[in-house]
């Protein structure tokens, strides 16, 4: 099944660092709609993306073929032609490491029959037909086999596998002229994994029916727990983003935006990024520059901690690359990009949390967020806490705030941890769409949030 | 049957870091589909990179059990070869890159408080889709995307402000750094307004959230099963009487050239009216939805992804200009729009971080964070006053439109 014997040989060109990158992919999608296969698709595919350095620029190109490689990289070296002077050095910022990480081979769903994924999907939904008040329902599943390996002219040698698989069901359910739409989601490295859990697909859809007669909340302020699917999505989306160096683009004082070591949060709160996680959807050992995972602390202790790295974004800075190069596929150059983004846990139970709450709101689900710094949530599923105690589902529209006034206002952070394994909701960015990321970690508690 | 779909792009990207080149990419993309139409059924395969037509009919004749149900007409076996050949002449690689060099050395060293980036990309594309081997369709064109975001070197925001180019041809450099230069003027003069009561000029509507939730209204199938704010609103007066409202599938001078949809459908008249004098007249339809709904196809079975069936989707939503309607002398242009809601009754609320006071077709001033709320049926109702004569950018299918909203600081 391999396409690539990952043979190739990378030297540095006219003194120039070279790195190689090879992708192979082995997707499967297939999407029902209202009881129809809309459809049942494999698109395995494969590529190579090159890069040189040359007077501070990146030349890159790709490629299907292994044997096309060192032409190619002769083509690069003619395209270059404008002087500039070299102040990149990334041979200081890199030590070549030669590993593989193939681990997920025995997991590979591409070996497995679309006719039993279908299957899978099917038994599903037979537990959707029976809720008379489903009016329409969309399944979407995704899985995929990836194998990457990275080269380079200072020696740098890895591969690593990835398994993902999961599928996603919308629906929207009515009862008279109330409707709600809710998103079911299941996500693993294994579809083993993803057999057997229609009593947690019962569960949800009973408590979406309960969200038929939800009523719409007063606006205001109030003191709110997000979930650990919702407090990871806004840390993802508001701080996270934030944090990535090439979004970050002043050159004459960086410490602007990121003032290192600045107190954004009470003492307790830690964001961190890391892709070495193996049960996870931003599983990345390697980043696509061939440089490890590491944990790296947005925020340590309530202070403000790293950025997100690339290799040129590091040296630009003076800072260590955080293994967060990466590329949606062997098409793209690798840009900074999120893996696994998450709140480590604290000390207190959810119990716990809401006892001194008066009157106040949690919330469950979220259907989107959007907005770097400030940004707008607009929650699926809420509820309403009353005396310290979870009372009846309610409608939001939106809660909106500024990301670093929200993480000052943590009172208290949940002794669990959830990372949410994202299949279907990949990350966005400039013109790189649906890389695998995962978020999540513990709840949070916010002294004040504006609700509309 | 087989249908075979292919796209190739060449292209050059080259990415504007710190207002210098960052990187070139010199890239070949290709991406091909296979449809195959048998008892009743479509399967569907699809390939990134250079795969073979043979290697994906095999793929998708494996899965035609998994194929989706069809009824409905596609091109007969009449012989059809059209090739539609609008590439311009295309500078090389080399003088491409040097334009771009000499453009951003004059750049830097006329705002050298500014930083500027994002992506420059020249591509040709080449699409072509036949069918039995007899209907052959076939477009080549070139773009550049231009667009441009730049921001003050000690501002906070990821950008402050972007200049928009998507166009077939390059400019003329130095009309392009007047128009940054316009928008940096403004931006060094920050608004002390508090009350923002003025009418609202929106830039190209096509591209802000509330044109893309005007494209998914206008679709047939979201209208007929009730998912559209307008369902039932057909042959109705909708909007103001001076609206009229294309969709447009071909205009080389906005970069639209989709002459044949991914259906190998070619329209009669580039333009479909949707809305004409404020009633809705037309939807859009694609083979499958016309044959569900008994109407005609309307030329927009357009793929959402290379992989993917062709579902109905507007091309682009051309608003007839009327260069007669007095046209207001102090507005607030609505830069950047987050993606806001509309609720079903056409209630919407957006924030808009970034928005600009016009005097007399001029940007004057940079105003704060804003939130923009309103009802779409007044925005193009009662509180609409005019489209005008003047496109911000040259690129835009849409001139400034005219209307009222409501407008509060954001915070």
Same mark, same amino acid.
């Given at each position: 099944?391999?396409?690539?014997?990952?043979?190739?040989?990378?030297?540095?060109?006219?003194?120039?660092?070279?790195?190689?990158?090879?992708?192979?992919?082995?997707?499967?999608?297939?999407?029902?709609?209202?009881?129809?296969?809309?459809?049942?698709?494999?698109?395995?595919?494969?590529?190579?993306?090159?890069?040189?350095?040359?007077?501070?620029?990146? !030349?890159?190109?790709?490629?299907?073929?292994?044997?096309?490689?060192?032409?190619?990289? %002769? @083509?690069?070296?003619?395209?270059?032609?404008?002087?500039?002077?070299?102040?990149?050095?990334?041979?200081?910022?890199?030590?070549?490491?030669?590993?593989?990480?193939?681990?997920?081979?025995?997991?590979?769903?591409?070996?497995?029959?679309?006719?039993?994924?279908?299957?899978?999907?099917?038994?599903?939904?037979?537990?959707?037909?029976?809720?008379? @008040?489903?009016?329409?329902?969309?399944?979407?599943?995704?899985?995929?086999?990836?194998?990457?390996?990275?080269?380079?002219?200072?020696?740098?040698?890895?591969?690593?596998?990835?398994?993902?698989?999961?599928?996603?069901?919308?629906? %929207?359910?009515?009862?008279?002229?109330?409707? !709600?739409?809710?998103?079911?989601?299941?996500?693993?490295?294994?579809?083993?994994?993803?057999?057997?859990?229609?009593?947690?697909?019962?569960?949800?859809?009973?408590?979406?029916?309960?969200?038929?007669?939800?009523?719409?909340?007063?606006?205001?302020?109030?003191?709110?727990?997000?979930?650990?699917?919702?407090?990871?999505?806004?840390?993802?989306?508001?701080?996270?983003?934030?944090? @990535?160096?090439?979004?970050?683009?002043?050159?004459?004082?960086?410490?602007?935006?990121?003032?290192?070591?600045?107190?954004?949060?009470?003492?307790?709160?830690?964001?961190?990024?890391?892709?070495?996680?193996?049960?996870?959807?931003?599983?990345?050992?390697?980043?696509?520059?061939?440089?490890?995972?590491?944990?790296?602390?947005?925020? =340590?202790?309530?202070?403000?901690?790293?950025?997100?790295?690339?290799?040129?974004?590091?040296?630009?800075?003076?800072?260590?690359?955080?293994?967060?190069? %990466?590329?949606?596929?062997?098409?793209?150059?690798?840009?900074?990009?999120?893996?696994?983004?998450?709140?480590?846990?604290?000390?207190?139970? !959810? =119990?716990?949390?809401?006892?001194?709450?008066? @009157?106040?709101?949690?919330?469950?689900?979220?259907?989107?967020?959007?907005?770097?710094?400030?940004?707008?949530?607009?929650?699926?599923?809420?509820?309403?806490?009353?005396?310290?105690?979870?009372?009846?589902?309610?409608?939001?529209?939106?809660?909106?705030?500024?990301?670093?006034?929200?993480? %000052?206002?943590?009172?208290?952070?949940?002794?669990?941890?959830?990372?949410?394994?994202?299949?279907?909701?990949?990350?966005?960015?400039?013109?790189?769409?649906?890389?695998?990321?995962?978020?999540?970690?513990?709840?949070?508690?916010?002294?004040?949030?504006?609700?509309? | 049957?087989?249908?075979?779909?292919?796209?190739?792009?060449?292209?050059?990207?080259?990415?504007?870091?710190?207002?210098?080149?960052?990187?070139?990419?010199?890239?070949?993309?290709? &991406? &091909?589909?296979?449809?195959? *139409? /048998?008892? /009743?059924?479509?399967?569907?395969?699809?390939?990134?990179?250079?795969?073979?037509?043979?290697?994906?009919?095999?793929?998708?004749?494996? #899965?035609?059990?998994?194929?989706?149900?069809?009824?409905?007409?596609?091109?007969?076996?009449?012989?059809?070869?059209?090739?539609?050949?609008?590439?311009?002449?295309?500078?090389?690689?080399?003088?491409?890159?040097?334009?771009?060099?000499?453009?951003?050395?004059?750049?830097?060293?006329?705002?050298?408080?500014?930083?500027?980036?994002?992506?420059?990309?020249?591509?040709?594309?080449?699409?072509?889709?036949?069918?039995?081997?007899?209907?052959?369709?076939?477009?080549?064109?070139?773009?550049?995307?231009?667009?441009?975001?730049?921001?003050?070197?000690?501002?906070?925001?990821?950008?402050?402000?972007?200049?928009?180019?998507?166009?077939?041809?390059?400019?003329?450099?130095?009309?392009?750094?007047?128009?940054?230069?316009?928008?940096?003027?403004?931006?060094?003069?920050?608004?002390?307004?508090?009350?923002?009561?003025?009418?609202?000029?929106?830039? $190209?509507?096509?591209?802000?959230?509330?044109?893309?939730?005007? +494209?998914?209204?206008?679709?047939?199938?979201?209208?007929?099963?009730?998912?559209?704010?307008?369902?039932?609103?057909?042959?109705?007066?909708?909007?103001?009487?001076?609206?009229?409202?294309?969709?447009?599938?071909?205009?080389?001078?906005?970069?639209?050239? $989709?002459? *044949?949809?991914?259906?190998?459908?070619?329209?009669?008249?580039?333009?479909?009216?949707?809305?004409?004098?404020?009633?809705?007249?037309?939807?859009?339809?694609? +083979?499958?939805?016309?044959?569900?709904?008994?109407?005609?196809?309307?030329?927009?079975?357009?793929?959402?992804?290379?992989?993917?069936?062709?579902?109905?989707?507007?091309?682009?939503?051309?608003? +007839?200009?009327?260069?007669?309607?007095?046209?207001?002398?102090?507005?607030?242009?609505?830069?950047?729009?987050?993606?806001?809601?509309?609720?079903?009754?056409?209630?919407?609320?957006?924030?808009?971080?970034?928005?600009?006071?016009?005097?007399?077709?001029?940007?004057?001033?940079?105003?704060?964070?804003?939130?923009?709320?309103? $009802?779409?049926?007044?925005?193009?109702?009662?509180?609409?006053?005019?489209?005008? $004569?003047?496109?911000?950018?040259?690129?835009?299918? #849409?001139?400034?439109?005219?209307?009222?909203? #409501?407008?509060?600081?954001?915070?």
């Amino acid at each position: 099944m391999k396409k690539y014997s990952g043979g190739f040989k990378v030297y540095p060109i006219n003194g120039h660092f070279v790195d190689v990158r090879s992708e192979e992919e082995y997707p499967t999608e297939i999407l029902i709609e209202d009881g129809e296969i809309k459809h049942a698709l494999e698109t395995p595919s494969s590529g190579i993306f090159i890069r040189i350095l040359k007077n501070n620029r990146w !030349f890159m190109t790709s490629t299907v073929k292994e044997q096309d490689i060192k032409a190619k990289i %002769r @083509e690069l070296d003619e395209l270059s032609g404008y002087s500039h002077k070299e102040t990149l050095n990334l041979e200081e910022l890199l030590n070549p490491i030669k590993e593989s990480v193939i681990k997920y081979e025995l997991l590979n769903p591409s070996k497995i029959n679309l006719s039993d994924k279908i299957e899978l999907l099917k038994e599903y939904e037979s537990t959707i037909k029976k809720y008379k @008040e489903i009016e329409t329902y969309r399944i979407l599943y995704n899985d995929k086999y990836l194998l990457k390996r990275i080269k380079n002219s200072i020696g740098t040698d890895v591969e690593y596998d990835k398994a993902v698989c999961g599928f996603t069901i919308d629906f %929207r359910m009515r009862k008279n002229k109330n409707t !709600f739409s809710g998103r079911f989601s299941l996500g693993n490295n294994a579809i083993e994994h993803l057999k057997h859990n229609e009593n947690r697909l019962i569960e949800y859809l009973q408590e979406a029916k309960e969200f038929l007669s939800a009523k719409p909340i007063k606006s205001g302020i109030y003191r709110t727990i997000l979930s650990e699917a919702v407090a990871g999505l806004l840390i993802h989306e508001a701080l996270g983003h934030r944090a @990535e160096s090439d979004f970050i683009i002043s050159q004459e004082d960086n410490t602007i935006e990121w003032p290192v070591g600045k107190r954004v949060a009470n003492r307790g709160v830690n964001i961190v990024d890391f892709g070495g996680m193996p049960a996870s959807s931003g599983y990345s050992p390697f980043d696509d520059e061939g440089f490890l995972a590491r944990k790296t602390y947005l925020i =340590k202790d309530g202070l403000l901690n790293s950025k997100l790295h690339s290799l040129t974004t590091a040296s630009q800075s003076n800072e260590e690359p955080t293994g967060n190069a %990466r590329a949606i596929d062997a098409e793209h150059e690798p840009i900074v990009r999120m893996t696994n983004t998450f709140i480590e846990s604290g000390k207190v139970s !959810f =119990k716990d949390m809401m006892s001194d709450i008066k @009157e106040g709101i949690y919330i469950k689900t979220v259907d989107h967020c959007f907005g770097i710094s400030t940004y707008i949530l607009v929650p699926q599923m809420a509820y309403l806490i009353r005396n310290g105690k979870l009372r009846e589902p309610v409608k939001i529209s939106s809660i909106k705030g500024s990301i670093f006034k929200t993480l %000052r206002n943590i009172e208290d952070i949940s002794n669990d941890f959830k990372l949410i394994f994202n299949v279907q909701d990949g990350c966005n960015k400039v013109n790189q769409k649906d890389l695998s990321v995962g978020f999540g970690g513990a709840k949070v508690k916010i002294k004040k949030i504006r609700v509309e | 049957m087989i249908e075979k779909y292919q796209r190739l792009i060449n292209e050059l990207v080259i990415v504007i870091k710190n207002s210098d080149i960052y990187s070139i990419k010199k890239n070949e993309i290709i &991406r &091909r589909t296979v449809r195959l *139409f /048998g008892k /009743g059924k479509i399967a569907i395969s699809a390939s990134k990179g250079n795969v073979g037509f043979a290697t994906i009919i095999k793929e998708v004749e494996k #899965n035609i059990k998994y194929g989706q149900c069809y009824n409905y007409n596609m091109p007969d076996d009449s012989v059809v070869h059209h090739y539609f050949n609008i590439k311009k002449q295309v500078s090389s690689d080399k003088e491409f890159i040097k334009f771009v060099s000499i453009l951003f050395e004059k750049i830097r060293s006329k705002f050298p408080d500014y930083i500027f980036l994002n992506s420059i990309k020249r591509s040709v594309i080449e699409k072509n889709i036949s069918i039995r081997d007899k209907s052959d369709l076939l477009i080549k064109y070139h773009i550049i995307n231009f667009t441009i975001l730049f921001k003050h070197k000690d501002s906070k925001n990821i950008f402050d402000g972007i200049l928009p180019y998507i166009k077939t041809d390059l400019f003329d450099a130095d009309i392009y750094i007047d128009k940054i230069g316009e928008i940096i003027k403004a931006l060094n003069n920050p608004s002390s307004l508090n009350k923002f009561d003025f009418p609202i000029a929106l830039m $190209n509507i096509n591209n802000t959230f509330i044109g893309k939730k005007i +494209r998914d209204y206008i679709v047939g199938e979201n209208y007929h099963k009730g998912n559209s704010i307008l369902s039932g609103m057909q042959c109705k007066t909708i909007f103001n009487e001076n609206i009229n409202m294309f969709d447009v599938s071909y205009y080389p001078e906005k970069a639209v050239f $989709n002459i *044949f949809d991914d259906e190998l459908f070619i329209r009669e008249n580039y333009y479909l009216p949707i809305i004409e004098n404020g009633v809705l007249s037309n939807l859009l339809y694609d +083979r499958r939805t016309a044959n569900i709904y008994k109407q005609d196809p309307t030329g927009n079975g357009i793929k959402p992804e290379y992989n993917k069936f062709p579902q109905t989707s507007a091309n682009a939503l051309l608003f +007839r200009v009327n260069d007669q309607d007095e046209i207001p002398k102090k507005v607030i242009v609505p830069f950047i729009f987050y993606e806001g809601n509309i609720d079903s009754n056409g209630m919407f609320s957006a924030p808009c971080p970034l928005a600009f006071l016009m005097e007399d077709g001029k940007f004057t001033s940079v105003l704060p964070q804003l939130y923009i709320t309103g $009802n779409i049926f007044d925005l193009f109702g009662k509180n609409f006053i005019g489209m005008g $004569n003047k496109y911000f950018a040259d690129s835009h299918i #849409n001139p400034f439109m005219y209307s009222r909203a #409501n407008i509060v600081k954001l915070h």
